[in-house]
Nanobody
Framework: QVQLVESGGGVVQAGESLKLSCAAS????????VGWYRQPPGKQRELVAR???????NYANSVQGRFTISRDNAKNTMYLQMNSLKPEDTAVYYC?????WGQGTLVTVSS
């Protein structure tokens, strides 16, 4: 079992930045990849970024070069730094580890 708790969402204007955090109840970075997903209003959930146990990162084309996923093993926490935000980044953002999901944090980007 693992609990994931996201934080850091909010309302920003286009071009601004936000940093999301996902705190895990135990160390989850040792053997499996973890990731950030998002679900825009009225759309399906989609992968935003993931990081493997070896530290390899992958990004959706739509956020490549603007978002950065990272983790702090000592704090059992992973992050999503989001720069140059666009209105189309508006969504509920979720962190994921295997079958476990956080409750989500809402990011709203106004134009």
């Amino acid at each position: 079992q693992v609990q994931l708790v996201e934080s850091g969402g909010g309302v920003v204007q286009a071009g601004e930045s936000l940093k999301l955090s996902c705190a895990a109840s135990r160390n989850i970075f040792g053997h499996n990849a973890v990731g950030w997903y998002r679900q825009p209003p009225g759309k399906q959930r989609e992968l935003v970024a993931r990081i493997t146990s070896a530290g390899t990162t992958n990004y959706a084309n739509s956020v490549q070069g603007r978002f950065t996923i990272s983790r702090d093993n000592a704090k059992n926490t992973m992050y999503l730094q989001m720069n140059s935000l666009k209105p189309e980044d508006t969504a509920v953002y979720y962190c994921n580890y295997l079958a476990w999901w956080g409750q989500g944090t809402l990011v709203t980007v106004s134009s």
